[in-house]
C-alpha cells in the first residue's frame, strides 16, 4: 500500500497537476488557431507575462490576501488576468491585425508570432531578471497529507497551490463551456470558426470576435502561468517548458476544439509523468519472488526526469502519423 500511495502522490496528482496546466494553455491556443487560422506561438509568453504581473502586484501588495484567508497571488490574479487580456489585443492590434488587413498567408502570421516571442522574452527578463522567483510573499504553501489507511506510512500529499488550480480550471472549463454554447457571442465564435466568410455575411462582427478571442486566450494564459508559478516557482524561461507541451496537448485534442484540447493536455500531463515515473518502487514488494537471477533495478524509468520535455515531442509526432485530426477531429469549436 505504501508503494500504491506513492504512485497516487508522483503520477494520479502530479500528472493532473501538470495536465491541467497544460489543458488550461492549450485550450488558448486551439481557440487562436480556429478563428485567426495560425498558430500562436507567443502563447506560453503570454503565461510567463500573466504569472509576473502576478508576482509584481503580490510583491507591490503582499499582505492583501491574509485578510480574507486567501493567498495574495489569487487576490491579484483576476487583476493579472485583465492585463493580459490587454496584452493580447494590444498584440493583436499592432502584429497581426495590419498582417491580416493585407491577406498574408497563416506562415507570416506564424513567423510573426515567432518576433513577437523573442520580443515578449527579452522583456519579461529585462524586468524579472533570470532567477526563480516564488509567489508566496505573505505566508508559507499549506500542504495536506492524508493517511487513506492505519497501516500505511506514506501520506497522499495535496498542497494549497494544487487545490486551488483544480478549483480554478474546473471553474474555467466550466465557464468557457457555458459561454461557447449559451451566449451569443459565443455562438459567433463557433460560426466563425466553422465558416468565416459566411460569418462576416451574416452580419457578425468579425473584429468583436477576434478581440474576444483575445481576451479569452490571455485571461486563460494568465490563470496556467500563474497557477504553474505558485505550484513550483516563477521563472522568466517558464515559457521554455510550456510551449512544445500546449501545442503536443492541443495537436493531441484535436486544432480548433477547446475540449479537446482539455483532453489532451491531460494526455500530455499524465504520459509525461507515467515516463519519468521509477516502476521499479512499485515492483518492490515482488522482490523476493523474482527469479535470483534477476536482480530489480534501482531506476526503471522510461527516461530521465531531465529529458522530459522529449516526451511530448514524441507523442505529437505519433498522433501526426497516426491521427493527424487528433482526438476530437478538430477545426471546429
Do not use: C
Request: avoid cysteine.
Amino acid at each position: 500500500m505504501n508503494e500504491l500511495v506513492f504512485f497516487v502522490n508522483n503520477v494520479v496528482i502530479a500528472g493532473s497537476v501538470t495536465g491541467a496546466i497544460y489543458a488550461i494553455g492549450a485550450i488558448g491556443v486551439t481557440l487562436i488557431f480556429s478563428i485567426m487560422r495560425f498558430a500562436h506561438f507567443a502563447h506560453a509568453d503570454m503565461m510567463t507575462f500573466g504569472a509576473f504581473m502576478v508576482l509584481v502586484l503580490t510583491t507591490a501588495f503582499p499582505g492583501i490576501g491574509m485578510g480574507i484567508g486567501v493567498p495574495t497571488a489569487i487576490v491579484m490574479l483576476p487583476i493579472a488576468m485583465l492585463l493580459t487580456a490587454l496584452l493580447a489585443v494590444g498584440i493583436d492590434k499592432t502584429f497581426y491585425k495590419p498582417l491580416r488587413a493585407h491577406g498574408v498567408k497563416p506562415i507570416v502570421m506564424v513567423i510573426a508570432s515567432l518576433g513577437v516571442t523573442l520580443i515578449l522574452q527579452g522583456l519579461i527578463r529585462l524586468f524579472a531578471g533570470t532567477g526563480g522567483q516564488g509567489l508566496y510573499v505573505d505566508d508559507r504553501k499549506a500542504i495536506f497529507r492524508m493517511l487513506p489507511f492505519e497501516d500505511v506510512r506514506v501520506p497522499i500529499v495535496i498542497t494549497e497551490p494544487q487545490v486551488y488550480l483544480f478549483g480554478i480550471t474546473l471553474l474555467a472549463v466550466i465557464a468557457l463551456h457555458l459561454f461557447l454554447s449559451r451566449s451569443r457571442l459565443g455562438k459567433a465564435m463557433r460560426a466563425m470558426s466553422d465558416n468565416p466568410e459566411l460569418a462576416q455575411a451574416s452580419g457578425i462582427n468579425t473584429n468583436t470576435i477576434v478581440a474576444v478571442t483575445w481576451v479569452i486566450a490571455g485571461g486563460l494564459a494568465a490563470i496556467a502561468g500563474t497557477l504553474l508559478s505558485l505550484d513550483v516557482t516563477f521563472k522568466p524561461d517558464l515559457s521554455f517548458f510550456l510551449l512544445l507541451p500546449i501545442f503536443a496537448a492541443a495537436i493531441v485534442g484535436g486544432v480548433g476544439h477547446p475540449y479537446g484540447a482539455v483532453a489532451g493536455g491531460f494526455v500530455v500531463g499524465f504520459a509525461e509523468t507515467l515516463a519519468v515515473f521509477n516502476w521499479a518502487v512499485l515492483l518492490r514488494p515482488f522482490r523476493d519472488s523474482l527469479p535470483t537471477w534477476l536482480e530489480l533495478p534501482s531506476n526503471l524509468a522510461f527516461v530521465g526526469t531531465e529529458y522530459k520535455i522529449v516526451v511530448p515531442f514524441f507523442i505529437l509526432v505519433a498522433i501526426l502519423v497516426w491521427r493527424p485530426t487528433g482526438i476530437f477531429k478538430g477545426k471546429v469549436i
